[in-house]
């Protein structure tokens, strides 16, 4: 029961929302999405025509910034972020400090929040300079890290970024064992990943970037703030789906036994559900799905790659596309359902994908922790509770327990 005289005196009403399925939590102008519709728009710009026109860089831009930049502007802004991608030396004992088998995402939170220790240039947060040169920072330190994690969990010595390559191919480079790796300056391949960190920028309150607003109301720093939002992004429901779906896809195994798990998925005994369908907000097409779908193909025939988890995936979605418990749900594929198989054919390994997805969302989650650290109506996030426990009692002591 609620009592009505302790209802909060500005709103006088107290809503439960479990999921936050209809509570705004701030106010934002960056990014919009009408999921009834299927669409996504950074900055009032459509995602479709940022993923055919824009580069990765550019958006972070437009993210952090509000408007398209100019020539010069991108020119000053990308030779900034180039100039901060190489990590404090002393960083590489945090890796050394994990266990060789470590996943990834968790070296990625701990050496992300460690930059806190390192660059105490930029925890003024009063100060609009060093909010924004912490935001660079993130940006262009976020790949070192990640290939850093890859490259220390097989072992291999970890590499420098090279300066004089764009901001994919320089993560390619640092990632992969050159010459005898293919991929590095292959168009098709740079064109593919840049794509995926666009479609994967923002997605405005989704559960790791609210993390990163939660903290950062908090007056905590900015990479505290985007390590807690990395963390949240590791769950299946959220951006660990891309992993989870590979997974799924390899123990389905071949079509023939794609009705099977579509059967599974809807036994509301079985807590088996289709990784990369369905999504909180969309409940139409998203749009990135099919952004995706099309690079998939196109980068599996350039790379002359044939994965039979693709004919896996293709019966998967054509058989729950054709379903009515998916149909009646509005359960669509989801922009994880396909990032996995274009990352498997990069050779990218599966522990990794997650990765992936954090480098891309860093340019939104640093856009909304500037957003908010310039909002006035800015208060720390703390949401209240329907209590379901004992009433008040007395303490018992131990012996008459
Ligand atoms: N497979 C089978 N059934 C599903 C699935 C699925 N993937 N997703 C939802 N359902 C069913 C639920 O069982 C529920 O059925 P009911 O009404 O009969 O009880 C109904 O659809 C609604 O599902 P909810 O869980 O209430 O929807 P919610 O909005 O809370 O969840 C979520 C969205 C988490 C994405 C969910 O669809 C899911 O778990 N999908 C699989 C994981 C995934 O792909 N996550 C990536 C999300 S996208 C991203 O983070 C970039």
């Known amino acids: 029961c ?3 005289a302790r209802l909060p005196k500005e709103t006088g009403c107290f809503t439960y929302d479990p999921g936050f399925t209809a509570t ?10 009408d999921g009834d ?19 990765f860089l550019e ?25 901060h991608t190489m990590m404090h030396e002393r960083l590489k004992n945090f890796f050394q400090g994990f266990q060789y088998d470590a996943h990834p995402m968790a070296m990625l939170a701990g050496t ?15 100060d609009p300079e060093q909010r924004r040169l912490a935001a660079i920072r993130l940006l262009a330190k976020m790949p070192t890290l990640a290939a850093a994690a890859y490259r220390y969990s097989i072992g291999w010595p970890i590499r420098f970024p090279r300066n004089n390559l764009d901001y994919v191919n320089r993560f390619l480079h640092m990632m992969f064992e050159v010459p005898s790796e293919p991929l590095e300056m292959n168009p098709v391949v740079a064109k593919a990943l840049d794509l995926l960190f666009i479609l994967h920028a923002d997605h405005e309150q989704n559960a790791s970037t609210s993390t990163v607003r939660l903290v950062g109301s908090t007056g905590a720093n900015p990479y505290a703030s985007v390590a807690a939002g990395i963390t949240a992004l590791w769950g ?11 997974k ?5 195994g071949t079509p023939d036994k794609v009705d099977a798990a579509v059967a599974r998925a809807k036994d509301k005994n079985d807590s088996f559900r289709l990784m990369g369908f369905g999504h909180r907000v969309y409940k139409n097409f998203d749009p990135r799905a099919k952004i995706i779908r099309e690079m998939t193909h196109k980068v599996l025939g350039e790379l002359g790659v044939n994965d039979p988890l693709l004919d896996v995936a293709l019966k998967l979605e054509e058989a729950a596309l054709k379903d009515d418990y998916f149909v009646q749900r509005k359960l669509y594929p989801n922009v994880d359902f396909y990032s996995g198989i274009i990352y498997k054919a990069l050779k990218i390994p599966t522990e990794m994908f997650t990765v992936m997805f954090a480098i891309g969302r860093t340019a939104g989650w640093v856009a909304h922790w500037l957003e908010q650290q310039e909002d006035p109506e800015n208060k720390i996030g703390r949401p209240r509770q329907i209590y379901t426990g004992s009433a008040s009692r007395d303490y018992v002591d131990a012996d008459k327990r």
Request: hydrophobic share 45%; charged share 15%; aromatic share 10%.
């Open 24 to 33: 705004a939590s701030c106010k934002s102008a960056i990014t919009y999405i």
């Open 236 to 246: 299946p429901a959220h951006g660990g789906a891309n992993e989870a779906v590979l």
């Open 112 to 126: 992300t929040a460690s930059l806190s220790a390192f660059y105490h240039d930029t925890l003024d947060l009063e």
């Open 248 to 252: 799924m896809l390899a123990e389905i």
């Open 2 to 4: 609620i009592d009505i």
């Open 37 to 55: 519709a299927g669409v996504l728009l950074y900055r009032g710009y459509p995602i479709e025509q940022l993923a055919e026109k824009s580069s």
């Open 59 to 83: 958006v972070a831009y437009l993210l952090m910034n509000g408007e398209l930049p100019t020539p010069a502007e991108f020119s000053a802004f990308e030779h900034e972020v180039t100039h």
